[in-house]
């Protein structure tokens, strides 16, 4: 087998098309016939960009994508294959005008064979024996299909995921297999195990031979423990091809996750082609009515969740792009991840198995009710396609048959006991295909009773109750399922907004007997009972003591399987317009560009192995309160001991303790004055130090209502330039609790770097601790206007735009230079 990405000299256009005629007529009447068509490199998507746009919806429709692929297949009798890790959400594939194949479905893998069709292509005389191939993505609404359009996360166009050009002989290997189990496994090694390798052929010329096989195995370390040769006659479906013992092997786990590998080398007449698996030994048990255990050993599963989303470029990360973001989840010490709420790159789930991150990973089933035949055969072509693609990978423990099914609204009924008999028959099936994983949902109590593991929904702290509600709502659900297992938690923050005084609302929250359940229309920040998430400040400091007491609380429940905060990045979606930057969900603990959060550092207080210190409020340059007042300053570690300095004066010695709330007893009280300050932390674990420190200014002025922004820039090295706004009083004063949304605007050269889902990526946001700031492209040059619309409003963070009022004043504010030697300019800034 031969295998190439095919990412680049990729053509696309978005919009519609009467046909694949289309795509190349232009070049049959001498491009008399113009489509405006854009060079890209794959992964692609077509929302990049618009996904993030404050101003509408994002495009849902087609997409397409050309090329003229120079093909030469080393097989006399060979295939030429085209290997999608994914594209969204329907697919057409075309070679010239001859539809070739189609796929329905964004998350799955699917291959195309065009072997046939680019032979005839090759016959067209002006293509020099090039192959025009065409690709039609499509992501409009069907209520008939998965996801639902009601989703909590935007469905990308495109060809969002690696494209590869596959060359394979008359006969090669469709899939393999492998099955592994232990005796007497434990701990880091087993007493003995046993591999069984399972194989399926593509044949579609129905050749009728004998092949050739050779099958080895090999450690982590590349020694070889296993071979075998055998000559075997074509077969049909998947068979069993070679079975090996393997004494001791040594075990996969999170903290250690050693992998194996196999290659399964296949000879025909027309030639070879050899396909490498990874795999792993290990053990999983979700104990019932208790926790759960690796290995024959408890684990506390430390989790988060991932979308498959990212600023600029949407759902077409690449690969150096996940890796960066799956080494960070690593990183922050967790042990667990949901694939949320579809399959994932390849790429995602070798990382996982690299890494040491168990995975539940789920088919896109996902609220809306339940459909029609053809829906019911998507949920099942997908559930099938997930578990046969991702079979061999030990960090899979679980798979996900769907999220949030009790949620109506896509049709005009909702049967409870049909969708309790399509999820039986899914989870039916799911046995049947791998009857060494389990089966789990989120969100369904009507069937609970008919999966493996059940995650309710608790919110504690955020669409219901208060966070110290958090261990008692655990508890209720856990004793009311065979096995229990916490997937989202977590809380709206918007990166940079810090308080003085985190949200106390909490006497307004109406405690339903305990209720801390996320009910249709939660998410919305307008009615309903009182909440959190729609009362509440969204800032990272709220957060962070949320976290905190989360995993404080979960270190003592020993009956606990494990937990997940959702989500690990902020994330696209259109849903949440209102949000502090419109359509994003904004949970994340770090940024959609994977800029950390404050967050990261509370997680890695607690479930890091490698020391470290942070002193909260790296991104709050202004503190504010009376003279001399006791302010408390935060600090995370995981060190036993830290030692904290302000203005070089040590504070003391504080000891961890992880059950003194909040910052496990990392905290100093201390008297404060107007000025500027310097922190100084220092830990000490295992013989390593570590130190941190952060400046900050000490405001003691007192302000009334923001009347007025001032807009500086700042030139970055890079050539961007950061814009920022801040909000000042009538005197003056600035006013470090501001929260009215801002707009940004530019005339002339340049650009605004926004629609990027981040806090200094977007022309739409609410100011963050009385300040908003957004990057500029100015190509070189001075743009000749740069604008700010202050929106005022009396709500909170989650207010309407247009809940503004009172009259339209005009200020005008001094910006200095962007280049040197360029000119002071005026700009004039309208509040409302």
């Given at each position: 087998m031969i295998k190439q990405r095919l990412n680049e000299q990729w053509e696309h256009y978005r919009g519609s098309l009467g046909g694949p005629w289309e795509v190349w007529r232009a070049d049959k009447l001498h491009n008399h016939y113009n489509v405006p068509w854009k060079l890209v490199t794959l992964p692609h998507t077509y929302n990049g960009y618009d996904v993030m746009d404050p101003d509408g919806k994002y495009y849902q429709g087609q997409g397409w994508y050309r090329n003229k692929l120079e093909l030469s297949n080393p097989y006399p009798k060979g295939r030429t294959l085209?290997?999608?890790?994914?594209?969204?959400?329907?697919?057409?594939?075309?070679?010239?005008?001859?539809?070739?194949?189609?796929?329905?479905?964004?998350?799955?893998?699917?291959?195309?064979?065009?072997?046939?069709?680019?032979?005839?292509?090759?016959?067209?005389?002006?293509?020099?024996?090039?192959?025009?191939?065409?690709?039609?993505?499509?992501?409009?609404?069907?209520?008939?299909?998965?996801?639902?359009?009601?989703?909590?996360?935007?469905?990308?166009?495109?060809?969002?995921?690696?494209?590869?050009?596959?060359?394979?002989?008359?006969?090669?290997?469709?899939?393999?297999?492998?099955?592994?189990?232990?005796?007497?496994?434990?701990?880091?090694r087993a007493a003995g195990g046993q591999v069984k390798i399972h194989a399926k052929l593509y044949n579609p010329s129905c050749a009728n031979e004998t092949v050739k096989l050779v099958i080895a195995l090999k450690q982590q370390d590349g020694v070889q423990i296993g071979q075998a040769e055998m000559i075997l006659p074509i077969w049909q479906g998947e068979q069993e091809i070679a079975c090996f013992d393997v004494p001791a092997p040594s075990l996969w786990s999170t903290e250690a996750p050693h992998l194996y590998s196999c290659s399964v080398t296949l000879t025909c007449e027309d030639g070879a082609t050899t396909h490498n698996e990874c795999f792993g030994f290990r053990t999983f048990e979700f104990v019932k009515h208790g926790p759960f255990k690796l290995n024959g050993e408890r684990l506390l599963l430390r989790g988060t969740h991932r979308h498959e989303d990212h600023a600029a470029v949407g759902a077409a990360m690449s690969e150096a792009l996940i890796r960066e973001e799956m080494t960070l989840i690593k990183a922050m010490g967790a042990n667990f991840i949901r694939l949320g709420h579809y399959q994932q790159s390849r790429i995602v789930l070798d990382l996982c198995d690299e890494l040491g991150l168990l995975v539940w990973e789920e088919i896109p089933w996902c609220r809306g009710g339940l459909g029609g035949p053809a829906y019911r055969k998507q949920c099942i072509d997908m559930l099938t396609a997930m578990i046969e693609q991702h079979y061999n990978h030990p960090s899979v423990i679980l798979w996900g048959l769907g999220n949030e099914n009790d949620w109506e609204c896509d049709f005009d009924y909702f049967d409870q006991q049909d969708i309790r008999a399509f999820m039986a028959e899914l989870h039916t099936l799911a046995h049947e295909l791998d009857a060494g994983r389990l089966t789990a949902i989120r969100r369904c109590e009507f069937c609970k009773d008919i999966i493996d593991v059940y995650s309710p929904s608790i919110w504690a702290g955020w669409y219901r109750g208060i966070y110290t509600d958090y261990e008692a709502s655990c508890l209720t659900a856990f004793e009311h399922v065979d096995s229990f297992f916490h997937m989202e938690w977590g809380a709206d923050n918007l990166p940079t907004r810090h308080v003085e005084k985190p949200f106390t609302g909490f006497k307004q929250m109406k405690k339903s007997e305990g209720a801390t359940d996320e009910r249709d229309g939660d998410y919305l920040l307008t009615g309903g009972e009182p909440r959190v998430s729609r009362d509440g400040d969204w800032s990272e400091t709220y957060f962070c003591e949320m976290i905190d007491w989360y995993l404080k609380s979960q270190e003592n429940m020993d009956w606990l399987t494990g937990a997940a905060q959702w989500s690990f990045k902020d994330f696209s979606t259109p849903v949440r317009p209102d949000s502090p930057i419109p359509y994003l969900n904004m949970k994340g603990i770090v940024e959609r560009d994977l800029t950390p959060k404050e967050a990261y550092y509370v997680f890695q207080s607690y479930w890091s192995e490698k020391v470290m210190v942070r002193i909260y409020g790296h991104t709050m340059p202004v503190r504010w309160g009376a003279e001399g007042e006791l302010k408390t300053i935060k600090i995370y570690s995981n060190a036993a001991e830290v030692e904290l300095f302000l203005d070089g004066i040590s504070l003391g010695v504080k000891r961890r303790d992880s059950q003194n709330f909040p910052c496990a007893g990392l905290?100093?009280?201390?008297?404060?004055?107007?000025?500027?300050?310097?922190?100084?932390?220092?830990?000490?674990?295992?013989?390593?130090?570590?130190?941190?420190?952060?400046?900050?200014?000490?405001?003691?002025?007192?302000?009334?209502?923001?009347?007025?922004?001032?807009?500086?820039?700042?030139?970055?090295?890079?050539?961007?330039?950061?814009?920022?706004?801040?909000?000042?009083?009538?005197?003056?004063?600035?006013?470090?609790?501001?929260?009215?949304?801002?707009?940004?605007?530019?005339?002339?050269?340049?650009?605004?770097?926004?629609?990027?889902?981040?806090?200094?990526?977007s022309r739409l946001v609410q100011l963050a601790s009385g300040r908003a700031g957004i990057y500029v492209d100015p190509y070189g040059g001075l743009p000749a206007a740069i604008t700010v619309r202050d929106f005022v409003s009396a709500g909170g963070p989650a207010s309407s735009l247009a809940a503004g009022s009172g009259d339209k004043r005009t200020y005008t504010s001094v910006v200095s230079a962007i280049c040197e030697g360029m000119p002071t300019r005026t700009v004039v800034i309208e509040t409302f």
């Open positions: 085209l290997h999608f890790e994914g594209a969204g959400q329907r697919t057409d594939v075309y070679v010239y005008t001859e539809k070739v194949d189609s796929h329905l479905g964004g998350y799955d893998e699917f291959t195309v064979d065009i072997t046939d069709a680019a032979a005839r292509a090759k016959e067209i005389e002006r293509y020099a024996g090039r192959v025009p191939v065409a690709i039609a993505c499509d992501n409009s609404r069907e209520l008939e299909t998965i996801p639902s359009d009601a989703s909590d996360f935007n469905l990308y166009g495109g060809v969002y995921r690696y494209l590869n050009l596959v060359y394979v002989p008359q006969v090669s290997l469709a899939q393999v297999h492998v099955d592994t189990t232990l005796q007497d496994a434990a701990g880091s905290r100093w009280e201390t008297a404060l004055h107007a000025g500027e300050h310097h922190l100084r932390a220092v830990a000490v674990r295992d013989g390593v130090t570590v130190t941190d420190e952060l400046r900050f200014t000490y405001q003691t002025a007192s302000w009334g209502e923001p009347a007025q922004l001032e807009l500086t820039t700042e030139a970055l090295a890079d050539g961007r330039v950061l814009v920022e706004a801040r909000a000042y009083d009538a005197n003056g004063v600035f006013c470090p609790d501001s929260a009215a949304f801002v707009r940004f605007g530019l005339a002339g050269d340049g650009k605004l770097l926004d629609n990027l889902g981040t806090i200094r990526g």
